[in-house]
């Protein structure tokens, strides 16, 4: 059972343009909800984390936007360059000792064309 | 600051054999988790270590396990290897054991079970 629900799989988009991921949970137990970016034979790194007490955090280019009663989050990738191109996953994991038993999405597979 | 270190990062194994893994952690780092990634189950958490002790566990049968030592460096293993178990293995280490601490990946040793 998939804990969180990534979408789309996969997305294309123009340089210059938004590229917006987006993701749904289900258990009201999640309160930290991190977004990954890993490229070809790396491991995930940390873009942007949220916690369900803001409906908004933006670093740099990078926004998500948090909606608590909807239980979704989103990924907004402003002026996306080609070097953006990766997968992305969103991540979900409870408080407390339960912090770092992350939950993640499927994975977006983003390309920037240029 | 170095990174997360995997070894090895290639690994070739026959069914039924057993394969240990080891994942040194960030200098500081005290909480080592492990996740296994595969194309059609994504990314799923195996188990968290902080302190030598494990902490949290994820839905994986007892064929895999793993111990963390003093130095905070950690090891995983996998017994009675299955076709299934192919994947690629991350570690990820953060500071301390509790609340939204960033988890750091390593880059994953890549097991392929013929």
């Given at each position: 059972q998939q804990q969180v629900k990534q979408s789309p799989q996969s997305l294309i988009v123009q340089k210059g343009g938004i590229s917006i991921i987006n993701c749904a949970y289900?258990?009201?137990?999640?309160d930290y909800f991190p977004w990954y970016q890993q490229f070809p034979g790396k491991g995930p790194a940390l873009l942007i984390a949220i916690r369900p007490d803001v409906s908004e955090k933006k670093e740099g280019r990078f926004t998500i936007s948090f909606n608590k009663s909807a239980k979704q989050f989103s990924l907004h990738i402003m002026?996306?360059?080609?070097?953006?191109?990766a997968t992305y996953f969103c991540a979900a994991s409870r408080g407390g000792t339960g912090a770092n038993n992350l939950f993640f999405g499927t994975g977006t597979r983003l390309t920037v064309i240029p | 600051k170095a990174g997360v270190t995997q070894t090895p990062r290639y690994l070739i194994k026959t069914r039924g054999q057993q394969v240990t893994l080891s994942c040194s952690p960030i200098s500081g780092h005290r909480s080592v988790s492990w996740y296994q990634q595969t194309p059609g189950q994504g990314l799923q958490f195996l188990f968290e270590y902080f302190s030598e002790t494990q902490r949290n566990k994820g839905?994986?049968?007892?064929?895999f396990s793993g111990r963390q030592f003093s130095n905070s460096r950690s090891e995983m293993n996998v017994s009675t290897?299955?076709?299934?178990?192919?994947a690629l293995y991350l570690c990820a280490s953060s500071r301390a054991g509790v609340s939204y601490n960033e988890q750091f990946f390593g880059p994953g040793t890549r097991l392929t079970v013929l």
């Open positions: 289900e258990n009201t137990a999640f002026d996306s360059q080609p070097g953006d191109s | 839905n994986f049968p007892g064929r290897l299955e076709l299934g178990d192919s």
